[in-house]
């Protein structure tokens, strides 16, 4: 069960915005009310009444310094306005802090600013104690002093100022200058609230939503939210479409959530922006339009909105409302990730990891997940995790891996749970524990997690960690399988053809096969290569199989390298090809296949498809015979016996040959049964031969059939007996085992253990001769050329002899040689009669030997012209066989002193040799040696025998010789009538002096 799991983005999912309070702190552009504000704001009755008759004076100067201030005369206004101040008018003096603030009409001067404010302030003037209380509270034009500020707050608040009021209860929440204290907080933002302060209302709704200062009542909290977003409040709008979205405190509506969120994104709220692109992308409230959406982002991501930035990197990632672009969508992650957005670092490190939109570096990716993954981010704690499993970007530590797993499959990572998974199941990181891999794998699994559901299946298979449980197998392979993992399709396509936990239905396992192999599964690509090879639930087409093993062979799958040099080396689905054959198996082979490199091994001892040569044959029969293939085990006998490519050992064959028999492969049962026959390697033992012959012959091995006829033939480890050699003959011929069929036409020519019957055995010679059994092939020739069994047809007999010769059959050589000598059935060609006669010679055919002694002393066909020295040469080779005629030659030369020095002994010592074999010529030689004394003791009687023997084999010679003896009495008594019977036997065959020897006796 592997982990294959790959690199992946997270998929940025936005999620809404929290609910933010909106704390205001007053600034100066806050609080620093437009000065006709300022001028309009009521005083209370109490003042009017202190100061009656000098207000009288400062109001006239009051209003004409309004006037010119909103004619936007500020240095005129700024004199009136002063003069009203110097006569204590509090809202002149109020005015006065408002244009050193502002630098309306006078340099700007918070310090004056705040002399003013404090007049007006201790005088009760409700805005002048709010600005001065945000000038402590901020540190403008008096040193920063919060409890100073609060003080002037509390006194505005406590006039009813709406606005003090929210900005105190912003002080109780965040126990700015005063002890925090929520439930007070409430108080402040009620009381402001409650007169229509909208800042006041989103800030209560807040409180409500969130539980502060007040018990939690989401009701509540829409209820304020609305109030203060229909006045236009944009923290307000943002959170009621929030409440919408998510049917809170209000029953959930999309179309209102969008409705809010565009009126808060109009004002150019951040967040809600990039919440109104979200439902453009979701078409959720909205019609679905990508490029809005990205429009939105944009608004937002522009402002510095991270997960707007993050949003729109993803847009960009995708090519969703914007063309595809990685650099910019590696440069928006990269804004979000700078300001700790952990989805956008997460998928800041994936740009890094995969060199998308940046340069490929590991070390940043590294750096970018950890830092999302130590905010919690589980798909960036996985990914994290895969860096240390694999070493990528730092060093690898398999247990800090498992650390950050964990991390993430405790937070429900589905991807995290399957490699924890895989953890325990291969003792990564953590105690082998197959039950923990199955738990993990389960629960993501559980989650939809393919490669899981996957690798759930396999325990299943195995039982790994639960009880095996084939249909429970299935139900996880399927379940992957349908979200198209290719591995899970691949397995349930092998259940399917191999009928494991679910009904047997080859067409559904090409159905997967094809659906893995086509998303590149080498698996897949192979079982599919396999079943168009074998028409396994699809028609056979070999040209199919062809394809689908090449597409696995090259992802480098070893099996279907070494099915794909088949097909090249057969031709079958694919122009044969034996180099691109070789090709194959020798990638097959380097990878350690053993069939490959066994097949490797033979393509270099047969030069196919490659340079033939036996010390690599060796090479790669060796590599696959140690991984214990018996077919290469066997192959390695071989060599051994033989010294083909090593040298040769006999007990080394035997070695390699018992070890592939013990596994039962026939051709070295049968090898170690002949090396016990002929005592290679071992000691000789006919009846283990035959034992080994017999073990592999009754299992249906034809050749081990023949070789146990052999032995029953010719009582080799067994009592003789033809019957049972017969037997075993047909049982292999009916096999189609050619020298079988050889050996039983045998059986049928001479009428061994059968009838003899010459039709039986040309008809068992003939299938043999078809199969390429040379012996056969040489069979019927003979056949053809002498009429057995079939009519004589020398022109057949010469296609079957040059047939069996060019397999290097000698007897067939040496019979095709004396047609081109004797120009039978042929135009004569003594150079060819002499090539052939060389090939049989070499071989050791005796009667090739002596034709080409012939052919050297007659200077015929041979380059040299007569050359006795050779002719004794090869005369010498053939008598050493016995050969007559090569000893009579040879005797001849010996006697006469052709290419040897004479030696009359060695002459009649051959002469006599072939006089035994019943050659006439040296029967005839040897007697008249005896009639004159030459090299024996002379002796006429013993000449009268040997030259008899010669003339009765209708010797012309002889026949002459012995009419001689006859005539003058030699070795014989005198006999005319008899003399004269000789003569005329001999002149019959045109032997001239016999002619005359029968005139002179008329």
Known sequence: MMNDSTEHADTPLLTYTHIMKIKRLITMAACGVALSAALQAAESSAESMLSAVAASSAEDLLAEGKRLYDEKNFSEAFKYLHAAAQKGHPRALCAMGVMYTLGEGVEKNMAEAVKWYRLAAEQGHVRAQCNLGTCYANGLGVEKDEVEAVKWYRAAAEQGDAEAQCILGCCYETGLGVEKDEAEAVKWYRAAAEQGDAEAQHNLGVCYAQGTGVEKDEAQAVKWYRAAAEQGNSSAQFNLGLCYAQGTGVEKDEAQAAKWYRAAAEQGHARAQCNLGWCHAQGMGVEKDEA???????????????????????????????PKDATEAAKWYHKAAEQGHAVAQCNLGTCYANGLGVEKDEVEAVKWYRAAAEQGNSSAQCNLGRRYESGLGVEKDAAEAVKWYRLAAEQGDAEA???????????????????????????????????????????????????????????????????????????????????????KDEAQAVKWYRLAAEQGDVRAQY?????????????????????????????????????LGWFYATGLGVEKDAAEAVKWYRLAAEQGYAEAQCNLGTCYATGLGVEKDAAEAVKWFRKAAEQGNARAQCNLGGCYETGRGVEKDAAEAVKWYRLAAEQGHA????????????????????????????????????????????????????????AQAVKWYRIAAQQEFGPAQYRLGRCYQFGLGVEKNVASAVKYFRMAAEAAVPEAQYAMGASYEYGWGVESDLATALDWYRKAARAGHARAQYNLGRCYKDG????????????????????????????????YESGEGVETGVDMAKAVEWYHKAAEQGYAEAQFNLACCYETGDGVEVDLAQAIKLYRAAAEQGYASAQNNLGVNYLNGIGVPQDAAKAVEYIRAAAEQGDAEAQYNLGWCYENGKGVEKNAAEAVKWYRAAAEQGHAEAFEAINATD
């Open 292 to 322: 809005q959406a990205v429009k939105w982002y944009r608004l937002s991501a522009e402002q510095g909105e991270a997960q707007a930035q993050c949003n729109l990197g993803w847009c960009y990632y995708n090519g969703d409302g914007v």
């Open 417 to 503: 749970q399957c490699n924890l998974g895989w953890c325990y199941e291969s003792g990564l990181g953590v105690e082998k524990d197959a039950a923990e891999a199955v738990k993990w794998y389960r629960l993501a699994a559980e989650q939809g997690n393919a490669r899981a559901q996957c690798n759930l299946g396999t325990c299943y298979v195995t039982g790994l960690g639960v009880e095996k449980d084939e249909a429970q197998a299935v139900k996880w392979y399927r379940a992957a399988a349908e979200q198209g993992n290719s591995s899970a399709q691949c397995n349930l396509g092998w259940r399917y053809e191999n009928g494991r936990g679910v009904e």
């Open 527 to 563: 079982n599919l290569g396999g079943c168009y090879a074998q028409g396994t639930g699809v028609e056979k087409d070999e040209a199919q199989a062809v394809k689908w093993y090449r597409a696995a062979a090259e992802q480098g799958h070893a099996v279907a390298q070494f099915n």
């Open 667 to 722: 051709r070295a049962q049968c090898n170690l049964g002949g090396c016990y026959e002929n005592g290679i390697g071992v000691e000789k033992d006919e009846a283990e031969a035959v034992k080994r012959y017999r073990l592999v012959a009754e299992q249906g091995n034809a050749r081990a059939q023949d070789h146990l006829g052999r032995c029953y033939e010719n009582g080799i480890g067994v009592e003789k007996d033809v």
């Open 824 to 855: 039978w059935g042929v135009e004569k060609d003594m150079e060819e009669a002499v090539r052939l006669f060389r090939r049989a010679a070499e071989q050791g055919n005796a009667g090739a030997q002596c034709c080409l002694g012939v052919c």
